[in-house]
């Protein structure tokens, strides 16, 4: 079993990795501050409890056309160019630490493309914010035919696996890519500075170890993943979004950047670099491990950097008393759970899905950020600092060192994932003989699944269905489509299908996004984030999964690779026009229509109706948004009006809001009590960061008279249902699941709110309602009958009470004439597309109720 302790006996590899011109530490240069140290749990809140306030332009960013990306593959290196200046910021937070502030990276660029031959910068992407998005490739000069030759190698190793294995020249030429990823979160600095060092000391380095590294790798830099909040001083970007949760959404434009480079650069090796945890944290992590993973693979080699980057950064000589610093940790090795890998949504564990076979995030041990950067002395944040970007360096030079000595297994290792992954071969579960020099595997460590043969998209003629096509195809996924019908798995399946054949090399990323997942609730006691999650079943897409047999076979079927899908836009001929509001692209293609002005009536199904006068602009709507109007059968229904929400939620709520095209005015407390014009307001949004309770009795009382005037309240949580409670629009007792408590679950949909939606949803802390008033109505139910949990970790509390048999068969969603109440998280960090509606016809619904 693995110890709870994070100080284990230290290897003489220290020595050996302090050796040598490019790996030699500095001496320790420090006063004594001791912080008090960080214990290895969930270090930021997994939730936000504050309102948002992005603004509306960070969204307009992430939402828009994607710019150019990087170089030309084909061309060689360097890469170089001269970038212009950004002006100077007295306000980045970057200089209270000493530290590089944003707008001095173009100039060190610029000095350090000017050092020679060996560093080149590419603009990778613009962040929400609209900052630059650097890439620095250190390698030693490619002509042109020799970097098409390595792209042809790469393309070999992940698409004919089995032959690069057998191929001598590939194995002898081919440059090992290392990807280091720095200020994921912007308020955790110091890995930029690191980089930035490091990539000097190569640039500039003669000595024979440094020419060999630079003759067999590609060494990438993402020099600031998040510059937004690099320069804010926020753990987020522009749109208020946590960069290193949306990997499996990637709704922001830096996510997909980084997604480019890991599909492009194919990294063998990756260090994500974090603060702030005192001794330094070295992944690999604890159980659940994702059970998509080749995980034997990944294991040996993460654990195997691991330790050389313990060596180095205990090497460097900081001391408890002394300096503050502890002796650095593996979690995997010295603790039993709370620091897991299980969900994709992580830097590292995305990686891994691309072909990485050693990932970590690494972090450096001592706090500048939140309380500490305001309450500390200049000179000890520029103390702490300084250690940090020592710290941060050493575990760099030591991956370099680890890459360079293990460059043929780290290559054939990566080799193996692909090969795997294409053949339907059976992954390896870990154990000592697996395993070889990892101590303290067990069975806890085993989580592995069982691939599908494939899966299925039917028709592929729906918004949703093109929109997860679309998707897969951006995640290096191969999708097939079928151009005549076919029978696969004992049934007929439509000409246009989609199908995912899960014999490809990034089987492992494919059935992460699109498979249920599994309730985890049992294996641990406490998870770091989400646990549960599926594309198959919250995107709103029909996805089938065809299971893997020896009777089953894609050979000789109709089906052709696609490199987009097919749109889908189309509106009828004749006549007035019917636009199904079950998407969200829906729901914004009629925002977009009542911007403009045109008369739009809601049917009693929910579904909008468009007048056949408008077919212009409903051709353009269906250009835009890629949706179906198709032919209506009457004109009847209510008037619809544009509705102005103003919104007191979390980041991904206000952004999935401006998705789907509302006009939205972010509020709060302090908002409120500033003295809010609400004459703009139709209706109110709620689910943080609006505490009644706190509200001047100004503040209150027009709240108030906005409520009497008609207007209505959509409420989300804990939070929302209390906004109700305080002002009495809808009766109803809001009994709260565990705060940590998430995952996919079944649901039943009873009402207009929920019409046309999957019967699945997703909880982040549940809610369910009881004891519901007159003229209360359930519009939506946890399914009964057992838990109502497909995948996820919710557990009850220690005295038996909040788990998920409590919340069976309770009401998840509840309305009435003034009021819709959620106890789901229909709008979580802007992921389960799928259920979005949900929210667009609450907010309809009652909004337009405000108006009349």
């Given at each position: 079993?693995?110890?709870?302790s994070?100080?284990?006996a230290r290897?003489a590899l220290?020595l ?5 011109s ?10 004594p ?7 290895v749990t969930r270090h ?8 948002a306030t992005?603004?509306?332009s960070?969204?307009r960013?992430?939402l828009g056309a994607?710019g150019p990306?990087?170089?030309d593959?084909?061309l ?6 001269v ?8 306000a980045d937070k970057?200089?209270?630490?000493g530290?590089v502030?944003?707008?001095g990276?173009?100039p ?5 493309q ?9 603009v990778a ?9 650097f890439?620095v490739?250190?390698?030693?000069p490619e002509s042109a035919a ?8 790469r393309?070999l190793?992940?698409?004919?696996p089995?032959?690069?294995a057998?191929?001598p020249e590939?194995q002898a030429a ?5 990807f280091?990823?720095s200020n994921?979160?912007?308020?955790e600095w110091?890995?930029t500075?690191?980089?930035l060092r490091?990539?000097?000391r190569l640039?500039t380095?003669d000595?024979a170890?440094?020419r060999?590294?630079?003759g067999?790798s590609?060494?990438?830099f993402?020099i600031t993943?998040?510059?937004?909040g690099?320069?804010?001083g926020?753990?987020t970007?522009?749109n ?9 959404t ?6 997909r950047?980084?997604?480019r480079?890991e ?5 063998a ?8 945890v005192?001794?330094?944290l070295i992944e ?5 491990h ?8 990944f294991?040996?080699?993460t654990?195997?950097n691991a330790?050389?980057?313990?060596a ?6 900081y001391?408890?008393?002394?300096d503050?610093?502890?002796s ?6 010295d603790?039993q759970e ?6 994709p949504v ?6 891994a899905?691309?072909g990485t076979?050693?990932a970590?995030?690494v972090?450096i041990p ?9 309450s500390?002395?200049v000179?000890?944040l520029r ?7 020592e710290v941060?360096?050493a575990a760099m030079?030591?991956t370099?060192e680890?890459?360079?000595?293990h ?12 090969r795997?992954?294409?053949a339907g ?6 154990s000592p003989?697996t395993v070889p ?10 989580y592995t699944?069982?691939?599908?043969r494939?899966y299925?998209?039917?028709g592929?003629?729906?918004t949703a269905?093109?929109?997860l ?7 290096d996924v191969?999708?097939?489509?079928a ?10 399946w439509?000409q ?10 990034k089987r492992?990323?494919?059935n ?7 309730d985890?609730g ?5 998870m ?12 709103g897409a029909?996805?089938?999964s065809?299971?893997?047999a020896p ?7 109709p ?5 987009e899908a ?5 509106v009828a ?8 509001l079950?998407d ?5 293609a009629?925002n ?8 739009v ?9 468009v007048?056949g006068s ?6 353009g ?5 890629d949706?179906v109007f ?13 509705v102005?929400v ?6 991904g709520?206000?952004?999935?809001l ?11 407390t302090?908002?409120?009590n500033?003295?809010f ?5 139709d209706?109110?949004f709620?689910?943080?960061g609006l505490?009644p309770?706190?509200l ?6 027009a ?9 209505g309240l959509?409420?989300?949580g804990?939070?929302?249902?209390a906004?109700s409670?305080?002002?009495?629009l ?11 408590a ?12 929920t019409?046309?939606s999957?019967a699945?949803?997703f909880?982040?802390a549940?809610?369910?309602f ?14 009964g009958?057992g838990?109502?949990l ?7 509390r220690e005295d ?8 069976a068969?309770?009401a ?10 959620f106890?789901t998280?229909p ?5 389960p ?5 949900q929210v667009?016809r ?6 337009q109720?405000?108006r009349g």
């Amino acid at each position: 079993m693995r110890t709870t302790s994070s100080v284990l006996a230290r290897t003489a590899l220290a020595l050996a990795l302090s050796a040598g011109s490019l790996l030699l530490t500095a001496p320790a240069q420090a006063r004594p501050t001791p912080p008090v140290p960080s214990p290895v749990t969930r270090h930021e809140p997994a939730r936000d409890t504050g309102a948002a306030t992005a603004p509306e332009s960070a969204a307009r960013r992430a939402l828009g056309a994607p710019g150019p990306g990087l170089t030309d593959t084909f061309l060689g290196y360097p890469r170089q160019q001269v970038l212009a200046p950004d002006p100077a910021d007295p306000a980045d937070k970057s200089l209270r630490l000493g530290l590089v502030p944003y707008h001095g990276i173009a100039p060190r660029l610029n000095a350090l493309q000017a050092l020679g031959d060996r560093v080149s910068v590419e603009v990778a992407g613009r962040s929400a914010g609209g900052h630059r998005l650097f890439l620095v490739t250190v390698t030693a000069p490619e002509s042109a035919a020799f970097a098409r030759a390595q792209e042809r190698m790469r393309e070999l190793i992940e698409n004919a696996p089995a032959a690069a294995a057998e191929d001598p020249e590939l194995q002898a030429a081919y440059k090992t890519p290392v990807f280091f990823n720095s200020n994921i979160h912007g308020d955790e600095w110091e890995g930029t500075d690191a980089a930035l060092r490091l990539i000097e000391r190569l640039a500039t380095a003669d000595d024979a170890r440094t020419r060999e590294l630079l003759g067999t790798s590609r060494l990438y830099f993402d020099i600031t993943a998040n510059p937004d909040g690099r320069v804010a001083g926020t753990r987020t970007n522009a749109n208020g979004f946590d960069l290193n949760r949306d990997f499996v959404t990637a709704s922001q434009p830096e996510t997909r950047a980084m997604r480019r480079i890991e599909i492009d650069k194919q990294p063998a090796v990756m260090l994500d670099l974090h603060g702030y945890v005192n001794g330094t944290l070295i992944e690999p992590a604890t159980p659940p491990h994702g059970e998509n993973y080749e995980y034997d693979l990944f294991l040996k080699n993460t654990y195997a950097n691991a330790l050389g980057m313990e060596a180095a950064v205990d090497g460097l000589g900081y001391t408890p008393d002394e300096d503050g610093v502890e002796s650095a940790q593996i979690p995997f090795r010295d603790q039993q759970e709370g620091w897991d890998d299980w969900p994709p949504v992580f830097t590292p564990q995305y990686a891994a899905y691309h072909g990485t076979v050693a990932a970590h995030t690494v972090e450096i041990p001592l706090q500048v950020n939140d309380s500490a950067y305001s309450s500390l002395p200049v000179a000890e944040l520029r103390r702490r600092s300084a250690v940090n970007v020592e710290v941060a360096g050493a575990a760099m030079r030591a991956t370099l060192e680890f890459a360079r000595t293990h460059r043929a297994s780290l290559l054939a290792d990566q080799i193996e994932v692909f090969r795997r992954g294409a053949a339907g071969a059976a992954q390896v579960p870990v154990s000592p003989e697996t395993v070889p020099g990892v101590p303290g595997v067990g069975p806890e460590d085993v989580y592995t699944t069982e691939f599908p043969r494939a899966y299925v998209i039917p028709g592929g003629s729906t918004t949703a269905a093109a929109r997860l096509v679309g998707h897969l195809i951006a995640n290096d996924v191969r999708v097939l489509r079928a151009v005549h019908a076919f029978r696969l798995g004992g049934r007929t399946w439509p000409q246009g299908s989609y199908v995912v054949d899960m014999r490809q090399p990034k089987r492992g990323l494919a059935n992460a996004l699109l498979a249920d997942g599994r309730d985890i609730g049992d294996k641990v006691s406490v998870m770091y984030d989400i646990s549960g999650w599926s594309l198959g079943r919250l995107w709103g897409a029909a996805v089938r999964s065809v299971p893997a047999a020896p009777s089953v076979s894609l050979a000789g079927l109709p089906l052709r690779a696609v490199r987009e899908a097919a749109p889908v836009g189309y509106v009828a001929p004749r006549g007035d026009l019917r636009l199904r509001l079950t998407d969200p692209a829906e729901v914004a293609a009629l925002n977009s229509l009542l911007r403009q002005g045109v008369r739009v009536r809601r049917a009693a199904d929910g579904s909008a109706l468009v007048p056949g006068s408008a077919r212009r602009a409903a051709a353009g709507a269906a250009r835009t948004y890629d949706v179906v109007f198709s032919p209506a059968a009457s004109f009847g229904g209510t008037a619809l009006h544009p509705v102005r929400v103003a919104a007191a939620v979390a980041p991904g709520e206000l952004f999935a809001l401006r998705e789907m095209g509302f006009e939205v005015t972010p509020v709060s407390t302090a908002v409120l009590n500033g003295g809010f014009d609400w004459s703009g307001t139709d209706v109110l949004f709620v689910s943080a960061g609006l505490d009644p309770g706190a509200l001047t009795p100004a503040a209150r009382g027009a709240l108030e008279a906005f409520l009497a005037a008609g207007h209505g309240l959509v409420g989300r949580g804990a939070v929302g249902a209390a906004v109700s409670a305080a002002t009495g629009l809808l009766k109803a007792r809001a009994v709260e699941g565990p705060e940590d408590a998430n995952g996919v679950l079944r649901v039943v949909n009873s009402g207009p709110v929920t019409a046309g939606s999957p019967a699945y949803g997703f909880v982040y802390a549940p809610v369910w309602f009881t004891g519901l008033g007159p003229g209360a109505r359930v519009e939506q139910s946890y399914a009964g009958g057992g838990s109502p949990l497909v995948s996820g970790h919710w557990r009850a509390r220690e005295d038996g009470t909040g788990g998920p048999a409590d919340a069976a068969g309770r009401a998840s969603v509840v309305s009435g004439p003034h009021a819709v109440l959620f106890g789901t998280e229909p709008l979580f960090r802007a992921h389960p597309k799928g259920v979005f509606p949900q929210v667009a016809r609450a907010l309809l619904i009652i909004g337009q109720a405000g108006r009349g």
